[in-house]
Nanobody, 117 residues
Framework: QVQLVESGGGLVQPGGSLRLSCVGS????????MRWYRQAPGKERELVAI????????NYADSVKGRFTISRDNAKNTVYLQMNSLKLEDTAVYYC??????????WGQGTQVTVSS
């Protein structure tokens, strides 16, 4: 069955860095676009970054442009989100997503990122 498992979240100070990972299984990972979303309490889920199948195109939300980098390693069925210069407003649960599985695609369980102090 299609599975996406995020990891790498945690508590960091403003200006710090985290590297999130999402491992896919149960589908042909290299054949699908991958996305990172985030959601803070009381706020709609927001698209953060997208990367195409062979990394030929990437795009970012304006709020993270220049600070976050999305990448993927198809041999490891993994997509990454490197987050630098973290701000208080980056605090959210971060999810990875792929279109595989229907119009809403498939989602991981999420990983919590908290930027504090």
């Amino acid at each position: 069955q299609v599975q996406l498992v995020e990891s790498g979240g945690g508590l960091v100070q403003p200006g710090g860095s985290l590297r999130l990972s999402c491992v896919g299984s149960g589908f042909s990972f290299s054949g699908y676009i991958m996305r990172w979303y985030r959601q803070a309490p009381g706020k709609e889920r927001e698209l953060v970054a997208i990367i195409t199948e062979t990394s030929g195109y990437v795009n970012y939300a304006d709020s993270v442009k220049g600070r976050f980098t999305i990448s993927r390693d198809n041999a490891k069925n993994t997509v990454y989100l490197q987050m630098n210069s973290l701000k208080l407003e980056d605090t959210a649960v971060y999810y990875c997503n792929t279109p595989n599985g229907g119009p809403s695609g498939s989602w991981g369980q999420g990983t919590q990122v908290t930027v504090s102090s």
